[in-house]
């Protein structure tokens, strides 16, 4: 199933190494994040859990849930998580989907075939608090993702959601930010009192919103 962005994150059922969860339970009215790995006690996939763990505050400060999955069963999930807490010095503080029968990895598409028949290839969603896809990434097994690059898009999400502004290229947090065109001048001048410089009338720099 391919999942674009707007579409309902599909609700499951399954295992985890923190009990059993419903996904949208789960998630009740937080944001998301859903990453798979490919194989458990891999290198690559080690070092992304335990900085994911890591940024756990990031996460938390944003209202956002973060889940891993990979296609082994939990009882190796439990021996690969002593494994992140050595050599990563972060121990797992988010649950880790089991999916040995890769029902979740099916229904979010997880499997590349033409990559790995039997591999999870590395994905990302992020799922707002209407349980809409917001973000997909997908990543070859062999590059690690950047997950302060998942909390920037995260910050740019946010601020679009709250006050109908856009990021531009490479933006930090901190930085100006563009009024999205579907706001008109006279909208803007409630939202935005203390003015903007429009470079050109669809391009309108603002300070950006406090959240
Ligand atoms: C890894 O996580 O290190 C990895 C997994 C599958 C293929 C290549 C690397």
């Known amino acids: 199933m391919t999942l674009r962005l707007g579409d309902i ?20 009215s937080s944001w998301g994040v859903l990453f798979s790995h490919p194989k458990n006690f891999t290198p690559v996939c080690t070092t992304e859990l335990g900085y994911t763990a890591r940024l756990k505050p990031e996460f938390d400060k944003r209202n956002v849930k973060v889940i ?10 439990d021996r690969w998580a002593a494994d992140i ?9 988010f ?11 099916d229904l979010y598409g997880m499997i590349h075939p033409n990559a790995s028949d039997t591999l999870t290839v590395r994905s990302v969603f992020v799922i707002g608090p209407d349980k809409r896809v917001k973000l997909t990434l997908t990543y070859p097994a062999s590059t690690g993702r950047n997950f302060d ?8 999400l946010q601020l679009t959601a709250a006050h109908k502004v856009a990021t531009p290229v490479n933006w930090k947090n901190g930085e100006d930010v563009i009024i999205v ?7 803007a001048k409630t939202r935005f009192p203390g003015g903007w410089k429009a470079l050109k009338p669809y391009l ?4 950006q919103p406090l959240a």
């Open 181 to 187: 065109p579907a706001v008109s001048d006279d909208e």
């Open 68 to 77: 891993g999955l990979s296609v082994d069963p939990l009882d190796a999930h």
């Open 149 to 156: 690059e998942v909390l920037r898009v995260i910050d740019s």
């Open 95 to 105: 649950p880790l989907i089991a999916d040995p029968e890769r029902k979740v990895a």
């Open 85 to 93: 807490e050595e050599t990563q010095g972060t121990a797992l503080n």
């Open 9 to 28: 994150a599909p609700d499951f059922t399954t295992n985890t190494t923190e009990g059993p969860i419903n996904f949208h339970e789960w998630l009740g």
């Open 204 to 207: 309108r720099i603002v300070k």
